[in-house]
């Protein structure tokens, strides 16, 4: 990965072009770039997009709601929706440099920081994105592994009763969870998981439609918890310290819900042209994040309404529910599936970096960039790709297995990224692009933005290590139960 930070750093420099190591073969139609043609849509980037964005932390937001109450907690998931399609949208007019039609394409967010912020910002950001990527690996394989338990202990409260203790190892599941990836993992590029996404897309729909459906049906019935306009009562629910608390993990994880800027410009380099991929990205961005904002409002608000001030950490895998149970089982299939595609899109950003750089520095060895064709020449198999995504599947599921806490120490992770990634880097580009003047009024406006962005990042990031510590305390290794 170091020399594809200095690969990038190069371009930054000298303003020459250096082509990636891996262009189309011959006989294919090529894009301007001499790569394979690319075919993607604003449908197919929509999808990557939302099952980037829409995991299972959509099932989280009552909790959330319930910490802010009804006034903050609606306005501050459309604040964040607001600024992620904003920021995003700077993000994408970064792909190429110079014109948006024709200019040098950057392959990478890292790609593009260097062309316009040059080689010092370049270290930062992929210290930055690649070890929040690495990081929502681990946290998709504990919370794969939380959902498919949850569907025997589904089946467990159901035979046996409420009070029964249904609890469940976690490791089994992490081990199928890994073998999985393994296997989705060799497939070489986001071209190739378009088809992934759109299924897991259909799945964050799927299982999100059956939590806010079955909260209206809860609200509906009248069985409902206490709502307060300001969530949890000091006193009542929680103490003084616990509130403050809680309100900055809350905050803090409507803001990184949204966030998928770490892999947008991946993304943007599957789309297609004409139109410009700028273009094309803006719809799907704007698709992406009404569509994510929409069933956001709708599971926060309605699970709010639902348990009031007592709504659970996840109202499918916490059991806010018990039946049907059979409608619950397949809901925590689905976050299962789901989580499979998604652990893959927050992947190939990592398995590219770290086999562009081997391929540049090793072009013509057969290890690193030999394809040799399997199923009647439809699949190729490259041994750098089969033992190197291999090895970074397990390595991450080892992760999950040893830390079962690591979503803390992710919640804090996705704290420290939030606002380089999705704020801090789009807002210096766009002002270095656009020449936006010194302490202008557009350029106040800018860096006033970036920085309440940095506060609510630092206050979640300290909220998250009182987190940790507090699992800390509790943790038993290879003892987990969910």
Sequence with gaps: MTQDLELAARRADDGAYYPPPQPGAGGEDLDDDGRKKRTGTVWTASAHIITAVIGSGVLSLAWSTAQLGWVVGPVTLMIFAFITYYTSSLLADCYRSGDQATGKRNYTYMDAVAAYLGRWQVWSCGIFQYVNLVGTAVGYTITASISAAAVHKANCF??????????????????VFGIVQIFFSQLPNFSDLAWLSILAAIMSFTYSTIAVGLSLARTISGSTGK????????????????????????????????????????????????????????????????????????????????????????????????????????????????????????????????????????????????????????????????????VFVVVSTVLAIVMPFFNDILGFLGAIGFWPLTVYYPVEM?????????????????????????????????ASIEGVTESLKHYVPFKTKS
Excluded at 158 to 175: E, I, L
Excluded at 277 to 304: H, I, P, Q, W
Excluded at 443 to 454: D, I, N, R, T, V
């Design 158 to 175: 159901h035979k046996n009763g409420h009070a029964a203790d249904c609890s469940q190892y976690d490791t089994m599941y992490m081990v």
């Design 227 to 390: 709502t307060t306009l300001t969530g949890t009562e000091v006193g009542v629910d929680v103490n003084s310290a616990e509130k403050i608390w809680t309100a900055l993990q809350a905050l803090g994880n409507i803001a990184f819900a949204y966030s998928y800027s770490m892999i947008l410009i991946e993304i943007q380099d599957t789309v297609k042209s004409p139109p410009a991929e700028n273009k094309t990205m803006k719809k799907a961005t704007l698709l992406g994040v009404s569509t994510t904002t929409a069933f956001y409002m709708l599971a926060g608000c309605l699970g709010y309404s639902a348990f009031g001030n007592a709504a659970p950490g996840n109202i499918l895998t916490g059991f806010g529910f018990y039946e049907p149970y059979w409608l619950i089982d397949f809901a925590n299939v689905c976050i299962v599936v789901h989580l499979v595609g998604a652990y893959q899109v927050f992947s190939q950003p990592i398995f590219a970096a770290v086999e562009t750089e081997l391929a540049t520095r090793w072009p013509n060895s057969k290890f690193v960039t030999g394809e040799h064709p399997l199923v009647a020449g439809r699949f190729n198999v490259n041994m750098l790709r089969l033992t190197w995504r291999t």
């Design 430 to 462: 766009y002002i270095k692009q656009r020449r936006i003047q010194k302490f202008s009024t557009k350029w106040l406006a800018l860096e006033a933005l970036s920085f309440l962005c940095f506060l609510v990042s630092l206050a979640s990031a300290v």
